[in-house]
Each structure stands twice: as structure tokens, then as C-alpha cells.
């Protein structure tokens, strides 16, 4: 077949245009929703309140998505797989936590010194349990395949994710269940400009704020940073350079693990319902944010869940809930015709 | 995605029950061959209902109810031996009824030639799929719990087609013996109205029930004077409901949906996000597996928010029948309290055993039984004296209004409405 001919001979303004769409068309297309509500509010109310309130519920959802987004993007990066049991991970992360509630003894009842120290423990044991878990699925379904066709890891990975869902069906059956709002997370602790901050809000962004900072610090600073990227661009000279290829992966996903942890915590204190099927959920929209912010990317993570988290409120807010998945993987496709590589670029193998 | 993934689990537990059903059919052999139609000395009832998931608590009461009637009748209907068989209408994953499961459940009653009556299913979308199903096999079906109007009827709150669409054969086999949502969503209005609520807003589950009663609430509501706000559908699997929530402004809010749909979170949502407001929800969350933190539903906080109605009444509200089923259950399996429908499982057994018992020399024939069904005439029962009219609905109207103190329903009205028209 030939190359379909190009068009080199464009008019001026067209390829103006065409040009200032490529270069500022991601950023328009992210502000229409914000920007055309904004207008809307100071139209009706006069203020920005209800798009801040909008924004500050967005931010704070959308952590828990960017800390779950980190691990999907640090697993694609080294071995080019979407681990489809990361979301699962996730999920037994919060039931976990949710299970040490009661080992601790922690009830709404626990004093703020009690519950401090409680929460701390609970944090260190559900990443110890997910990362170890995420290492073992590693171990077990993924590195004898690290040969095979593309396609095997990523059934093993489908068939992980479906035997943790039925082991968190097992576990808390196939409902919703409330679980004890231990931080009373609803309530208001300041107003900005008539906009309430909670302290779910405050929890959602304190938590994952130096989460995603030490995660991304240790790797930039250990060893495991050139480590990982050479792993990443090619794992046989990698090997020849002396580079244990298998522990690095191993590392990586453990640092996954530990963040999805991390994040079911923070989602038992956030929603205060934890369900089976949460995972499911929360894995399609992390991968999406992963996607969006450029796969393989860190930063894209964290940015590609905040974005999500704002668009799915935001939405809620305005539209209507039964837009709400429509309109985020509209915006996925939207961003992804304008800059196929994602908002911060890919950093892949194939992306070099 | 989650409907293709919704679809494939539905389509593998199909395959499975259908696999279920085939294996059942021995039994069904071994008890020797008697055709529809003969006379017979041992006939079968079936129940399909959700025994997983959110209603658990609900339904394991139903079925103790269905056993208590059976029971005192020494297991039988006039001088025919009447065995139960209850069939679960859910699966775990779903957490509560399951297409696949109830369209496996209605065949498997088709198929079986003793079965003369079929006591289910607990929710109206599940009966929507059953009721052809048990229709084209002639099974009459006896509703306890079903309160959707276009199942019966095309008065408000039915859709476009119904009820005809689900009567393939053009006779009526399906009879409920709760009062329909005209007059349930005539009663959550009148409870709100008497509360002062000056607007409403309606959050629905978009469930044929959810769907179905909330526009039965709007137009009660509309009808009494009540402003209504909205009417929005809720995602089961959204994560919360706090920018929903955040966009309302009326000073009562109402779930029309069940609690399998993230009722709990919707709550805890709506009362942390609207403090002030007063809360209400049907039937399909009066259940403990909603009111009850100790069976993971809402918080104690929540629920004194809640008013919930039910067509369950306090003991104290029934007659001597009402009075005696009460005592009779906790005699029996030592609750005082039961969940709202189990005086409906008990009924629902009751209504069966007699139609069955009334067709005398006929019990085995489905045609007969079914006859004697519709043919219910001021029965005097434990819900107080009701017959079935000719579209299979009670004339039972009474609603009652439950609120939630500690985690239990505790009875606090009765509500006489009138349905809107």
C-alpha cells in the first residue's frame, strides 16, 4: 500500500490554526467544562463558589485515583503491561484496613490520640499486606511469562483481578458495607471564600501529597531510578550491565502495592462504604487517568487522577450522574486525538 | 464495559443454572408422574427470592414466614401434600437478584409439573422478567412483595407497553397481595407534607421499580402542593454522591430505589452534604441490611435522619389474624421484631395453600388454582380482609411509615392515602 499523500500545501491561516490547536487545543478542550460553568455561576450567584466546592471535591477524590494511577503507571513503564489486578489490589487494600479497624479496636468512640496512632498502624500494615500481595502476583503470574507472548501476562493479570474480586465477595459479600466513619470525615474544618474544606478533603490531599513525593523521591534518589529505566529500554542489556532485572520488577511492584494500600485506606476513611467491586470501578478510571497524564509517566498519573476527580464531580455536580463515565472518556478520547502521548508524554520502551 | 461485563457474568450463571435446572429435573421424575390437570395428592410451591446480598436479613424472614403457614397446616392444602421448594432469585456478585438467575428460577418452575404456584420475586425488575416466563407456562405467580405499578396496571408510573408486554399469552397469572406504588408514592407524599416539607427532590435508582415509584412520588407530590425539585437517577457504582448531593436545595430529600444500589452511601452522602434535610426511602430499603450498622448499613447518626415507608403495619395496628401471626413468629424462630415482609412471605404462603386447597380435586391442575386465586374475595387474612381484582392487585391500602432508631425499624404511623390518578 501506498503512504496516503500529505498535504503540504496548506494556507497560511489554516496552518496557523492548525498549529495553535496542536500546541494550546488540550488546554482549551480541559478548560470548556470549568470555564463555561464558571461564567454560568458568576452569571447566577455572582461568585465562584459552587465550582471551588466543585473543584475541592475533585481534587480530593482524584487523589485516591492518582495514588492508584501511580501503580498502574510504574508497572506499564518497566514491563509494558496493564496489570489489570492493580485496581483489585486496591480494593483488598481497603478491606484490609477495614478488617484492622476491628483488630486495633479502632470505633468512632477512639480518642484523636488513639485513632492517630491506630491509622498509622493500620497505614503500615495494609501497604505491607498489598505490596507483598502485588509482589507475590508478580512472582507468581507474571515473571514466568516474562518471555511469553504479550498476551499471556496480560490474561494471568485478567485472572488475578477476577480471583480477588471473588475473594473480596467471599469476604464482605456482595453489597456495599458501611464501615465506621473513624474520622468523621464529612465535617467542615475550614471555609475558604465560602468553599468548605473537610477533612476527608484534608486527609485525601495530606495523605497522598507526600505519598506520591516520597514514592517519586526514592526512586530518583535509590539506585532503582537508573535501575528502572534501564530495565524499561531494555531489559537484556539491562541484565549484561549487571542489573538484577527480576528485582527491580519485583521493587516496582511493591511500590505499587504499597500505594494502592495506602490508597484503600484513605478510601475505607474517604467514602466510608467499601465493596468488591470498588476495585473494578476505580482500576477502569486510574488506568484512564494513567492514559491521560501519558502512561509511564509519574506526574502524568498524579495530574491525569486530579483531572478525572474534578471532571467526575463537576459532572455530578451539573450534568448529571448518568453522564458522569460518558463525559470522562470523552475527555480521554478528546485528549488523546489531540496529543496521543498523553498530557506529560509517555515514557516507555517504545516511546524511547 | 460494565454492562459487557454485567452481561458475560449474567450469560455464564445462566449457563450454569440452566445446568442446575437439568440436574433438578430428576428429582423432580423421581416423585413419579403426575400430568397438569389430573387430580393429585402432592403438589409443589416454589419462592424465588434474593437470598444474597442486602435483603438477606429480608428475605431469610420471608421464607421463615412462608414456612410458618406451611407448617401450621401440617404441610398440606385441604387434603393435598404441599411441599416448598425456595429457589434464590440472586447471585453474590450481583448482591442482589440476578436476570440470569430469576429467568432460570421461572423455567425451572415451568418445567415442573407439580409446581401450582410460584411466590416471588422480591423485586419488581426481577418479576418483570419472570412473569412471561411463568405466564407462557400457565404457573400462577403470587407477588409478596412487588409494588411497581406497570406490572399490573398502566396507571402512572407504568412505561409505555405495560402492563401487556408482560402477558404474552393475554391472561393474567400474576397476583400481589402489597399495594401497588400509586398508592405507596400517594403515602410518602402525604407523610412529607405533614412533616412540612415545602420541596422535595427524588433520586431514583432507575431500576423499573426505583423508576417506576419515584414517578409515582412526583405526581403525588406535585398533586399535594409540594414543589419538586428534581428527579435524577444515581450510579450504583459511583465512588460517592457528595456533588450530587451538593447541587440540591429542597428541604426533603426521597430515595426510590432499593439497597443493593449504594442505598448506604447515598444516605450518608445526602446527610452529611444537607444536614438540615429531612430523608425518606421506600420499601426497598426498609430492610436491617440498610437500618442496621451491625449489618453494615447506615450509621445510627443517619438513620434518625430517615423516615421509610412499608406496607407492614405494627402489630398492635392488625387484628386478632395480624395479632396471632406475630406472636406465632416469635414463638417460633424467638424475633419480636421481624424484618417488615415476613407477615408477606406468611400471606403470601397462606393466600397459595388456600387457592390450592379451594381448588379441591383440581390442586394439581395450574388452571384452577390460578382461577381460585383471582377468585380471592374479602379474605379475611392476616393483613387485614382484601380480595384480588381482576388485574391481580390488592385492595389492601394501608402504608406504613417506619422510622430508624439504633439500627432498628421502629413502627411510627399508618398513612391512608388515595393513589393519584
Not at chain 2, 444474597?52 to 398440606?76: C, D, E, F, H, N
Not at chain 2, 409494588?147 to 408486554?165: F, S
Not at chain 2, 398492635?316 to 406472636?327: C, H, L, N, T, V
Not at chain 2, 388452571?367 to 384480588?388: N, P, W
Request: include cysteine; hydrophobic fraction near 45%; glycine fraction near 12%.
Amino acid at each position: 500500500m501506498e503512504a496516503a499523500p500529505v498535504n503540504v500545501t496548506k494556507s497560511a491561516p489554516l496552518a496557523a490554526v492548525g498549529s495553535f490547536l496542536g500546541k494550546y487545543g488540550l488546554i482549551l478542550v480541559l478548560l470548556v467544562m470549568p470555564v463555561a460553568f464558571g461564567i454560568d455561576d458568576l452569571r447566577t450567584d455572582g461568585n465562584l463558589t459552587a465550582l471551588g466546592q466543585n473543584l475541592v471535591a475533585g481534587l480530593s477524590n482524584g487523589a485516591i485515583w492518582a495514588l492508584v494511577a501511580v501503580g498502574y503507571t510504574l508497572v506499564y513503564g518497566i514491563i509494558e503491561l496493564i496489570n489489570f489486578a492493580h485496581g483489585d489490589v486496591f480494593m483488598i487494600g481497603s478491606f484490609v484496613a477495614f478488617g484492622l479497624y476491628g483488630v486495633f479496636g479502632l470505633t468512632v468512640a477512639t480518642g484523636a490520640l488513639g485513632l492517630a496512632v491506630g491509622l498509622f498502624a493500620v497505614l503500615l500494615v495494609t501497604m505491607f499486606a498489598t505490596g507483598s500481595l502485588n509482589v507475590l502476583i508478580e512472582r507468581v503470574g507474571y515473571r514466568p511469562l516474562r518471555g511469553a507472548p504479550k498476551l499471556a501476562p496480560l490474561i494471568t493479570a485478567v485472572g488475578f483481578s477476577f480471583l480477588l474480586q471473588n475473594v473480596g465477595l467471599l469476604w464482605l459479600g456482595g453489597s456495599q458495607a458501611g464501615v465506621p466513619n473513624l474520622i468523621d470525615q464529612a465535617k467542615v474544618v475550614f471555609t475558604v471564600a465560602g468553599v468548605d474544606i473537610t477533612r476527608g478533603d484534608i486527609l485525601a490531599l495530606a495523605a497522598t501529597a507526600p505519598l506520591v513525593y516520597l514514592a517519586t523521591t526514592f526512586i530518583r534518589k535509590s539506585r532503582l531510578d537508573k535501575a528502572m529505566r534501564a530495565t524499561a529500554q531494555d531489559p537484556e542489556a539491562a541484565r549484561l550491565m549487571g542489573i538484577n532485572v527480576d528485582t527491580t520488577i519485583s521493587l516496582t511492584f511493591l511500590l505499587g502495592g504499597v500505594l494502592a494500600g495506602a490508597a484503600g485506606l484513605i478510601y475505607a476513611l474517604y467514602q466510608t462504604t467499601v465493596w468488591f467491586f470498588q476495585g473494578f470501578t476505580a482500576g477502569l478510571i486510574a488506568f484512564t487517568a494513567a492514559v491521560m497524564g501519558g502512561i509511564g509517566n509519574l506526574k502524568g498519573a498524579v495530574l491525569g487522577g486530579l483531572i478525572i476527580g474534578c471532571i467526575q464531580q463537576i459532572s455530578d455536580n451539573r450534568v448529571g450522574q448518568e453522564w458522569t463515565p460518558v463525559i470522562v472518556f470523552a475527555y480521554l478520547i478528546l485528549i488523546m486525538v489531540f496529543k496521543p502521548s498523553g498530557l506529560l508524554g509517555e515514557e516507555t520502551r517504545e516511546a524511547g | 464495559m460494565l454492562r459487557n461485563r454485567k452481561l458475560a457474568i449474567g450469560a455464564v450463571v445462566s449457563a450454569l443454572a440452566l445446568g442446575l435446572a437439568a440436574c433438578g429435573s430428576d428429582d423432580d421424575d423421581s416423585g413419579g408422574g403426575s400430568s397438569t390437570g389430573a387430580s393429585a395428592e402432592e403438589v409443589t410451591v416454589y419462592s424465588s427470592l434474593p437470598l444474597q446480598g442486602a435483603s438477606r436479613p429480608q428475605t431469610t424472614a420471608m421464607v421463615q414466614g412462608i414456612k410458618l403457614a406451611l407448617q401450621q397446616q401440617g404441610g398440606k392444602a385441604g387434603n393435598t401434600k404441599v411441599n416448598y421448594k425456595s429457589l434464590d432469585d440472586s447471585t453474590a456478585s450481583e448482591g442482589s437478584w440476578e436476570a440470569g438467575q430469576v429467568s432460570a428460577n421461572a423455567r425451572k418452575a415451568a418445567q415442573d409439573d407439580k409446581a401450582v404456584v410460584y411466590i416471588g420475586e422480591f423485586n419488581s425488575g426481577a418479576s418483570a422478567i419472570s412473569i412471561p416466563l411463568l405466564n407462557e407456562g400457565g404457573v400462577p405467580q403470587i407477588s409478596p412483595a412487588n409494588t411497581a405499578v406497570g406490572l399490573t396496571t398502566d396507571e402512572p408510573g407504568a412505561d409505555k407497553g405495560e402492563p401487556e408486554k408482560y402477558y404474552p399469552t393475554g391472561k393474567r397469572t400474576y397476583a400481589r397481595i402489597v399495594p401497588k406504588d400509586t398508592i405507596q408514592g400517594a403515602a410518602l407524599a402525604t407523610v412529607m407534607k405533614q412533616d412540612g416539607c415545602k420541596s422535595i427532590f427524588i433520586l431514583n435508582d432507575k431500576e423499573v421499580y426505583g423508576a417506576g415509584l419515584a414517578k409515582n412520588i412526583e405526581n403525588s407530590a406535585k398533586e399535594q402542593g409540594i414543589a419538586v425539585e428534581g428527579n435524577d437517577p444515581i450510579e450504583k457504582t459511583a465512588a460517592n454522591y457528595r456533588s450530587l448531593v451538593s447541587k440540591i436545595n429542597a428541604d426533603c430529600v426521597v430515595y426510590s430505589g432499593i439497597t443493593a444500589n449504594n442505598a448506604v452511601q447515598l444516605y450518608k452522602d445526602l446527610s452529611a452534604g444537607l444536614p438540615n434535610a429531612k430523608l425518606y426511602g421506600p420499601d426497598g430499603v426498609a430492610e436491617s441490611g440498610f437500618a442496621d450498622p451491625k449489618e453494615k448499613g447506615i450509621p445510627a447518626s443517619v438513620g434518625k435522619k430517615i423516615k421509610v415507608s412499608v406496607a407492614t403495619l405494627d402489630p398492635d395496628e392488625y387484628g386478632p389474624e395480624g395479632k396471632a401471626f406475630f406472636a406465632d413468629f416469635q414463638k417460633e424462630y424467638g424475633e419480636r421484631n421481624p424484618d417488615p415482609y415476613a407477615i408477606y412471605g406468611y400471606e403470601a404462603m397462606k393466600l397459595a395453600l388456600q387457592s390450592i386447597e379451594n381448588a379441591g380435586d383440581d390442586a394439581g391442575n395450574r388452571e384452577r388454582v390460578l382461577e381460585e386465586i383471582f377468585k380471592t374475595k374479602d379474605r379475611d387474612s392476616v393483613l387485614g380482609t382484601y380480595s384480588i381484582d381482576e388485574d391481580g392487585d390488592t385492595t389492601l391500602t394501608d402504608y406504613g411509615i417506619y422510622k430508624i432508631e439504633g439500627g432498628e425499624l421502629v413502627f411510627d404511623e399508618k398513612i391512608q392515602a388515595a393513589p393519584t390518578e
